[in-house]
């Protein structure tokens, strides 16, 4: 299902719900995977979106139809996959897939195919694929799968919607934004969320280069990290503060040498933050932070509230 995506691929699932809403499903989509391991997946999970008989009345799932049953049997005769034979997709294989398509579709009145690597296309196939794309037949949508879209001929590009996936990130990783985030915070609707996890993974680089940045440089993060942090972070301090303390329980965790909790990706800088630190300096920290994220509810200046944690943390003895 697409809905699995959701939190995954936040932008592209967005994408293709509004262009469902809006009845404006172009006849050509060009995937770029960026390295994302699961992309015909996705596109097979696009695909079974796009010809649910149900997704105009009914956006979220469909409890599994009979078509979309079908489709996952790997039974249903209107969508196709193509994929190299060899090292090329091969122009036969194009040409069956027109003779396919000129017969009229036994259920529903639309078909899909999938090209999983574009960039295999040889001369004579890709020509084929442009007449398919230049001359669209109402009720029949590309779907073409390629890592990077410069891999792909302009010609055939300029055809296409691009639309590009996220490279996934470790697990762990991902599980961070999702729990702790949503349960820290009050969402009025799906869009805050969707917009807050657009840039949770951006958010926390930052968060992690400020915390590794004040134990090295110390007092030095008031001049010169402060002010282009609270430009990320002014409405999200609160959250930004538990992120601090996740991070330093994860500290806590690789000193006692016990299973990192949130921030498994982040060995290395955890790893050198625990070098400097000790289990009672890091108990200092988080209790600071904890001190301090309360004064964030009372709307304390948030300029004030930063020098603030770096002079109070600066003060915890190693
Ligand atoms: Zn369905």
């Given at each position: 299902m697409l809905d699995e995506y959701q939190l995954e691929q936040p932008i592209i699932y967005k994408t293709i719900l509004n262009a469902i809403k809006k009845d404006?499903?172009?006849h050509a989509y060009l995937i770029e995977l960026n390295g994302y391991s699961k992309g015909l997946d996705f596109a097979l999970s696009m695909a079974k979106f796009l010809?649910?008989?149900?997704?105009?009345?009914n956006l979220k799932q469909c409890q599994d139809c009979h078509q979309c049953q079908t489709i996952d049997d790997g039974n249903f005769l209107e969508i196709k996959i193509i994929k190299p034979d060899g090292q090329w997709i091969k122009k036969e294989q194009l040409e069956e897939l027109q003779q396919e398509f000129n017969r009229k579709a036994i259920v529903g009145n639309q078909k899909i195919y999938i090209i999983d690597g574009v960039d295999h296309l040889n001369t004579y196939s890709a020509n084929s694929i442009l007449k398919f794309l230049e001359e669209p037949v109402p009720g029949i949508i590309a779907i073409l799968l390629v890592d990077n879209a410069y891999q792909v001929m302009k010609t055939i590009l300029s055809r296409c919607q691009i639309l590009s996936l996220k490279k996934e990130k470790n697990?762990?990783?991902?599980?961070?934004p999702t729990k702790q985030l949503l349960a820290n915070f009050s969402f009025h609707n799906q869009e805050e969320i969707d917009n807050f996890l657009e840039t949770a993974d951006e958010k926390i680089e930052v968060m992690i280069d400020y915390i590794t940045y004040f134990e090295k440089h110390g007092y030095q993060s008031i001049i010169y990290k402060n002010k282009s942090f609270l430009e990320v972070f002014k409405s999200d301090l609160f959250l930004v503060f538990q992120w601090f303390i996740l991070y330093y329980k994860d500290v806590l965790n690789y000193i006692l040498n016990r299973h990192l909790e949130f921030f498994e990706q982040e060995k290395d800088t955890i790893q050198e933050v625990a070098s400097q630190n000790t289990v009672l300096s890091i108990s200092k920290k988080i209790e600071i932070l904890l001190t301090l994220s309360e004064k964030i509810k009372y709307n304390i200046n948030s300029n004030m509230l930063m020098d603030k944690l770096i002079i109070e943390l600066m003060e915890v003895k190693k």
């Open positions: 404006t499903i172009t010809l649910c008989p149900h997704h105009y009345t697990k762990e990783y991902d599980t961070l």
